[in-house]
C-alpha cells in the first residue's frame, strides 16, 4: 500500500506561481528491476480527470501534458519520497483539484492514462483568479 499527500495548493492571481508537493509513504521502495511512476492530474468541475505531468523511477525520464508544458515542471526527490509540480505563468483554465498518483511499473513508459494508476491522493485546491 502506498499512501499519498498533497499539499501546496491555494489561490494565485494569473501570472503567478506555485509549488506542489506529494509525500509518499508505505512501500514506496524501488527495486533494480521496478520502481514507482509518480503522476500529476487535475479535474476542474464538471470535466474528466487529466494527466498534467509523470516522472519515471528510472533515469528521471518526466512526460507534460502540452496544456503545461514550458510552465509546469515535474521532479521528485528519492531521499525525501516526495514528488514536486512546479507551476508557472498559471491561467485561470489551471483551477482545478490536483491529484497526486502512483503506479508501480517494470518498464520506463510514464503512463498518462488514470486507470493506470493505483494509488490517489485526496487533492488540492488551485484556483487562478484573472
Known amino acids: 500500500q502506498v499512501y499519498l499527500v498533497e499539499s501546496g495548493g491555494g489561490v494565485v492571481q494569473a501570472g503567478g506561481s506555485l509549488r506542489l508537493s506529494c509525500a509518499a509513504s508505505g512501500r514506496t521502495v524501488s527495486s533494480s528491476h521496478s520502481g514507482y511512476h509518480m503522476g500529476w492530474f487535475r479535474q476542474a468541475p464538471g470535466k474528466e480527470r487529466e494527466f498534467v505531468a509523470g516522472i519515471g523511477w528510472i533515469g528521471g525520464t518526466v512526460s507534460h501534458a502540452d496544456s503545461v508544458l514550458g510552465r509546469f515542471t515535474i521532479s521528485r526527490d528519492n531521499a525525501k519520497n516526495t514528488v514536486y509540480l512546479q507551476m508557472t505563468s498559471l491561467k485561470p483554465e489551471d483551477t482545478a483539484i490536483y491529484y497526486c498518483?502512483?503506479?508501480?511499473?517494470?518498464?520506463?513508459?510514464?503512463?498518462?492514462?488514470?486507470?493506470?494508476?493505483?494509488?490517489w491522493g485526496q487533492g488540492t485546491q488551485v484556483t487562478v483568479s484573472s
Open positions: 498518483a502512483a503506479t508501480l511499473s517494470t518498464d520506463w513508459r510514464i503512463p498518462q492514462l488514470k486507470g493506470s494508476y493505483d494509488y
